[in-house]
T-cell receptor
Framework: NAGVTQTPKFQVLKTGQSMTLQCAQD?????MSWYRQDPGMGLRLIHY???????DQGEVPNGYNVSRSTTEDFPLRLLSAAPSQTSVYFC????????????FGQGTRLTVV | AQSVAQPEDQVNVAEGNPLTVKCTYS??????LFWYVQYPNRGLQFLLK??????LVKGSYGFEAEFNKSQTSFHLKKPSALVSDSALYFC??????????????FGTGTQLKVEL
C-alpha cells in the first residue's frame, strides 16, 4: 500500500517556466488537496477536490491550476513560475466519511530562481 | 470561516518533564480535530484525532490531547518528554457538516525542542 505518492521530491525552475507536480493515492479517497508550507505560515491550502471532475480554490490559488480526471490522481500545475512560489508543496488525501485523518505525501521542495 | 491558532512558535522542555502544545480553533459546527507531527525534511505524520466521545484522546508515541468545547481548545500533551519528540507540531481542524467544505485547516505550527 503506497499511500500518497508525490513527484518530484526536488525541483529548481527558472522564472517563467512551467511544471506539473504529480500526486497519486491508492486508498480510494474522495478528497485530495494541495498545500504549500512556508516558514511561520503553517500549511496553506492551494486547491482541493472532493471527487473526480470537481475542483475548487483554497486559500492561495493564484498561479496554480489543478484537474482531477480520476479518483487517484491530482496534479498541480504552475503555469509561469515566480520566485514567490518557492516553497515546499504537500499533497494530501482523506475520506469524506469514515476514518477522517489525512495522509500526506513526502513533499516537493521547489525553488524558483 | 474555520481557523486554528497555535499561540506558541516554540516550546522548550527538559527531557522527562511533561509537555503541552496549545491549540485553539474556530468552526461553526462540531469539529474534527487533529494533531500532526513533522520531522525535518519529512512529510506530516498523523498523531491523534478527536471526532466524538471521550474528551481525552490518546495517540501515537505516548501523546494525548484534551478536547475542551467551552474553551474551543485541543491541547497536545505528553507526561514525559523525550529528546526524540523534538519536531514541528501542527494542529488542524475540519468541519464535516456545516460549511467549510470538509477542508482541513492547519495552524502555523509549534516547534517543540526537548533538551537533556
Amino acid at each position: 500500500n503506497a499511500g500518497v505518492t508525490q513527484t518530484p521530491k526536488f525541483q529548481v525552475l527558472k522564472t517563467g517556466q512551467s511544471m506539473t507536480l504529480q500526486c497519486a493515492q491508492d486508498m480510494n479517497h474522495e478528497y485530495m488537496s494541495w498545500y504549500r508550507q512556508d516558514p511561520g505560515m503553517g500549511l496553506r491550502l492551494i486547491h482541493y477536490s472532493v471527487g473526480a471532475g470537481i475542483t475548487d480554490q483554497g486559500e492561495v490559488p493564484n498561479g496554480y491550476n489543478v484537474s482531477r480526471s480520476t479518483t487517484e490522481d491530482f496534479p498541480l500545475r504552475l503555469l509561469s513560475a515566480a520566485p514567490s512560489q518557492t516553497s515546499v508543496y504537500f499533497c494530501a488525501s482523506y475520506r469524506v466519511w469514515g476514518a477522517p485523518e489525512a495522509f500526506f505525501g513526502q513533499g516537493t521542495r521547489l525553488t524558483v530562481v | 470561516a474555520q481557523s486554528v491558532a497555535q499561540p506558541e512558535d516554540q516550546v522548550n522542555v527538559a527531557e522527562g518533564n511533561p509537555l503541552t502544545v496549545k491549540c485553539t480553533y474556530s468552526v461553526s459546527g462540531n469539529p474534527y480535530l487533529f494533531w500532526y507531527v513533522q520531522y525535518p525534511n519529512r512529510g506530516l505524520q498523523f498523531l491523534l484525532k478527536y471526532i466524538t466521545g471521550d474528551n481525552l484522546v490518546k495517540g501515537s508515541y505516548g501523546f494525548e490531547a484534551e478536547f475542551n468545547k467551552s474553551q474551543t481548545s485541543f491541547h497536545l500533551k505528553k507526561p514525559s518528554a523525550l529528546v526524540s519528540d523534538s519536531a514541528l507540531y501542527f494542529c488542524a481542524v475540519r468541519d464535516p457538516v456545516t460549511g467549510g467544505g470538509n477542508k482541513l485547516t492547519f495552524g502555523t505550527g509549534t516547534q517543540l525542542k526537548v533538551e537533556l
